[in-house]
């Protein structure tokens, strides 16, 4: 079991930048590749970026690629996502997921624990 909680949103203009953290509980964190989706008013959630669980790898949504940078810290039990160059599309409430299959398939994994999430507003 790991339970998982987000912090860091707010609000920022567009061009701006905001770092969301997600601090996980239980001793099984690094075991697991970690994830950030999101979800905005009216639409369905969608996968914005994951990390394998050593850190070596990582994945982006197209939307994203070149603006977000996911990372973690398995001493401190956390994943980050900088995000950097905001749109107000961007909106949207940001949730944490931890992915617990054993193989590489982000976007497309085992997603058993996730986040309470964490508002971003970008104004435009």
């Known amino acids: 079991q790991v339970q998982l909680v987000e912090s860091g949103g707010g609000l920022v203009q567009a061009g701006g930048s905001l770092r969301v953290s997600c601090a996980a509980s239980?001793?099984?964190?690094?075991?697991?590749?970690m994830n950030w989706f999101r979800q905005a008013p009216g639409k369905e959630r969608e996968f914005v970026a994951a990390?394998?669980?050593?850190?070596?790898?990582?994945f982006y949504a197209d939307s994203v690629k070149g603006r977000f940078t996911i990372s973690r810290d398995n001493a401190k039990s956390t994943v980050y996502l900088q995000m950097n160059s905001l749109k107000p599309e961007d909106t949207a409430v940001y949730y944490c997921?931890?992915?617990?299959?054993?193989?590489?398939?982000?976007?497309?994994?085992?997603?058993?624990?996730w986040g309470q999430g964490t508002q971003v507003t970008v104004s435009s």
């Open positions: 997921a931890a992915d617990t299959s054993p193989q590489w398939h982000p976007g497309a994994g085992r997603y058993d624990f």
């Open positions: 239980g001793r099984s964190f690094s075991n697991y590749h």
């Open positions: 990390v394998s669980w050593s850190g070596r790898a990582t």
